[in-house]
């Protein structure tokens, strides 16, 4: 069960912005950083977003990520038929025991 | 090139047990904290565990649902990461990827990549 809740869905017309949230608690976002990920239809993860606002070499400017509090937000700027895929937000959470936890996804479409 | 490349993945029957292998190359293996992440069909990600580089302790550390059942491993000398999974139930279907992140921050920038293999798929059906 994910402890990070994001919104099933999210959609755009090409070149539009579309924001995805992220919220989690004081154990996983409020006090550690957070990743965010894209899966491509039939592909592994990629990480996309790390330390919160982070990119990795060779992903867009289009792509940021943001954190306030226990919440998290990743914006895609600019959308490209490419960037459908699912998103998924991370962190580790520090409550019990060490634990990666996962959000619960968002499917974004280009319409 | 990285390559990360699992094996092991099947059908196998409700309380039994299967090994997975991950076989690293193109980077040094020894060094990576190496983690177990899996996707049960049309549902989202969820974190197996990880295991730590021998320098850093090669301790372990596995998600509640798993704990008890699973044990990381790896050997270094073969480049090999290894998933034993018992005790399997039904919930445990899933593709089971394996990855490493190096991330690295400096007072003036960071650097971070990650590598995933393609997964190996395991079915626990009786």
């Known amino acids: 069960q994910s402890v990070l809740t994001q919104p099933p869905s999210a959609s755009g017309t090409p070149g539009q912005r579309v924001t995805i949230s992220c919220s989690g608690s004081?154990?996983?976002?409020?006090?550690?950083?957070v990743y965010w990920y894209q899966q491509l239809p039939g592909t592994a993860p990629k990480l996309l977003i790390y330390r919160n606002n982070q990119r990795p070499s060779g992903v867009p400017d289009r792509f940021s990520g943001s954190k306030s509090g226990t919440s998290a937000s990743l914006a895609i700027s600019g959308l490209r038929s490419e960037d459908e895929a699912d998103y998924y937000c991370a962190a580790w959470d520090d409550s019990l025991s060490v634990n990666y936890v996962f959000g619960t996804g968002t499917k974004v479409t280009v319409l | 090139e990285v390559q990360l490349v699992e094996s092991g993945g099947g059908l196998v029957k409700p309380g039994g047990s299967l090994r997975l292998s991950c076989a690293a190359s193109?980077?040094?293996?020894?060094?990576?904290?190496m983690s177990w992440v899996r996707q049960a069909p049309g549902k989202g990600l969820e974190w197996v565990g990880r295991?730590?580089?021998?320098?850093?302790?090669?301790?372990?550390d596995y998600a509640a649902p798993v704990k008890g059942r699973f044990t990381i491993s790896r050997d270094d000398s073969k480049n090999t990461l290894y998933l034993q999974m018992n005790s399997l139930k039904t919930e445990d279907t899933a593709v089971y990827y394996c990855?490493?992140?190096?991330?690295?921050?400096?007072?003036?920038?960071?650097?971070?990549?990650?590598?995933w293999g393609q997964g190996t798929l395991v079915t626990v059906s009786s």
């Open positions: 295991i730590k580089s021998k320098t850093d302790g090669g301790t372990t």
């Open positions: 193109g980077f040094t293996f020894s060094n990576a904290w």
């Open positions: 004081s154990s996983n976002i409020g006090s550690n950083y």
């Open positions: 990855t490493t992140v190096d991330e690295y921050c400096s007072s003036t920038s960071c650097y971070a990549v990650d590598y």
